[in-house]
């Protein structure tokens, strides 16, 4: 596609179901980052995909938290028995080579979840 | 780990000039991105630094000195569009991981 692609837009759930957001990334594009957002914050590192391997998933914030590239292009990032304090904006980005020299990370509109 | 500081914020005047500092501290350290955010949309790419001296795109200027880990982003002829949220970003750990500052949100008055 023309730009990552994240879904759903917006999410709103009861605390203690599961979640599961999607991100389709630029086509082409190597690697993959999930990030999340509070307002007024920085985006917070979660985790980062290399083609369909997890390079680095030191940001998850606990075992509730995964995510997943099967084929090395669409990604998941799974949230089970999701707690109020989950509550946030999940960004998605691509880059062509990681976020090294030239390799500049696009990302998606975000995926807003709101826990109940 | 990583940690970055910015000022959280900075108010200028319509078409003057306004810098951002960052400071960081991390381990592998590869280079600096800066990337710029308006309220309710994503981040975008504004610059990278890969080695210490100053990286020049259009009114947007970016500093790198690695000995000092210390960048700072410099804004020409500043423009109302320009009021965001502007981050600085530390590629580490094999130059992919991209850790995010806190952000300095910028106001542009007339």
């Known amino acids: 596609g023309a730009g990552v692609s994240q879904s759903p837009r917006y999410k709103v759930t009861k605390r203690g179901q599961d979640v599961a957001l999607r991100c389709d990334p630029i086509?082409?594009?190597?690697?993959l980052y999930w990030y999340r957002q509070a307002l007024g914050q920085g985006p917070e590192f979660l985790t980062y995909f290399n083609y369909e391997a997890q390079q680095d998933k030191s940001g998850l914030p606990n075992d509730r938290f995964s995510a997943e590239r099967p084929e090395g292009s669409i990604s998941t990032l799974t949230i089970q028995r999701t707690e109020q304090r989950d509550s946030a904006m999940y960004r998605c980005?691509?880059?062509?080579?990681?976020?090294?020299?030239?390799?500049?990370?696009?990302f998606g509109e975000g995926s807003r979840l709101t826990v109940l | 780990g990583q940690s970055l500081e910015q000022p959280s914020e900075v108010t200028a005047v319509e078409g003057a000039i306004v810098q951002i500092n960052c400071t960081y501290q991390?381990?592998?350290?590869?280079?600096l991105s800066w990337y710029q955010q308006h309220d309710g949309g994503a981040p975008t790419f504004l610059s990278y630094n890969g080695l210490d001296g100053l990286e020049e795109t259009g009114r947007f200027s970016s500093f790198l000195s690695r000995s000092d880990s210390y960048g700072y982003l410099l804004l020409q002829e500043l423009q109302m569009k320009d009021s965001a949220s502007y981050f600085c970003?530390?590629?580490?750990?094999?130059?992919?991981?991209?850790?995010f500052g806190t952000g300095t949100k910028l106001q542009v008055i007339p």
């Open positions: 980005a691509s880059s062509h080579s990681g976020g090294g020299p030239g390799g500049e990370l696009f």
């Open positions: 991390t381990s592998g350290f590869y280079g």
């Open positions: 970003a530390v590629n580490s750990g094999g130059y992919q991981k991209v850790t």
């Open positions: 086509s082409g594009h190597v690697s």
